[in-house]
């Protein structure tokens, strides 16, 4: 089954950092599109950062210059490499993947994590 596993997250003071990290399983990580989404109470769901197959990236406007997302295809782990944080930028992190559905013969879903929570605050 597909798996992921977010970790990294706490509390952190304003223009701190935090490194997220979020290990798949249960699928051929290295042929996949992975993202980070972040989610804070009474908001919806916001794709922050998304890496290609490739190493393409791309961001949000509110987190660009600030985050990086990597990934190391060897350890099935995507990484989300967060500095200059923000109080807004408080909220769960999810990780994700859009593929096919494990269950569901031809259907396409996304899969998240847990989440991890990330804290800014003095």
């Known amino acids: 089954q597909v798996q992921l596993a977010e970790s990294g997250g706490g509390l952190v003071q304003p223009g701190g950092s935090l490194r997220l990290s979020c290990v798949a399983s249960?699928?051929?990580?290295?042929?996949?599109?992975m993202s980070w989404y972040r989610q804070a109470p009474g908001k919806e769901r916001e794709r922050v950062a998304g890496?290609?197959?490739?190493?393409?990236?791309n961001y949000a406007d509110s987190v660009k210059g600030r985050f990086a997302i990597s990934r190391d295809n060897s350890k099935n782990t995507v990484y989300l490499q967060m500095n200059s944080l923000k109080p807004e930028d408080t909220a769960m992190y999810y990780c994700?993947?859009?593929?096919?559905?494990?269950?569901?013969?031809?259907?396409?879903?996304?899969?998240w994590g847990q989440g991890t929570q990330v804290t800014v605050s003095s």
């Open positions: 994700n993947v859009f593929k096919t559905d494990t269950e569901e013969v031809g259907k396409l879903r996304n899969y």
């Open positions: 249960g699928f051929t990580f290295s042929n996949y599109a």
């Open positions: 890496i290609n197959k490739l190493g393409g990236t």
